[in-house]
């Protein structure tokens, strides 16, 4: 079992920044690609970033590439987003997720085993 716990959401201004972070416990991370998601009010669920178990590869939605940095510290058993250049439509609750049946690249959400509770994110005008 793999427990995940979201931090750094928050309230931003459009432009703004913020860096989320993903801690696990109860087993290393090193064995998961890790994944990021969002689910804004009324809307499905999305893939924002993945990246593969070592870090070498990652992967992200258009609508947020060249924005938005995934990242992971396996030492530390967390994995970051790093948001830049926030615009009101990043307004959702965002969720990591662990996989250990994918690289990162393109996996279904089903494929995710494990999911934090997620932590919500605000982008005002």
């Known amino acids: 079992q793999v427990q995940l716990v979201e931090s750094g959401g928050g309230l931003v201004q459009a432009g703004g920044s913020l860096r989320l972070s993903c801690a696990a416990s109860g087993r290393a991370l090193s064995s998961y690609a890790m994944g990021w998601f969002r689910q804004a009010p009324g809307k499905e669920r999305e893939f924002v970033a993945a990246i593969s178990w070592s870090g070498g590869n990652t992967y992200y939605a258009d609508s947020v590439k060249g924005r938005f940095t995934i990242s992971r510290d396996n030492a530390k058993n967390t994995v970051y987003l790093q948001m830049n250049s926030l615009k009101l439509e990043d307004t959702a609750v965002y969720y990591c997720?662990?996989?250990?049946?994918?690289?990162?690249?393109?996996?279904?959400?089903?494929?995710?085993?494990?999911w934090g509770q997620g932590t919500q994110v605000t982008v005002s005008s």
């Open positions: 997720a662990a996989s250990s049946r994918c690289s990162g690249a393109g996996c279904p959400q089903t494929l995710y085993a494990y």
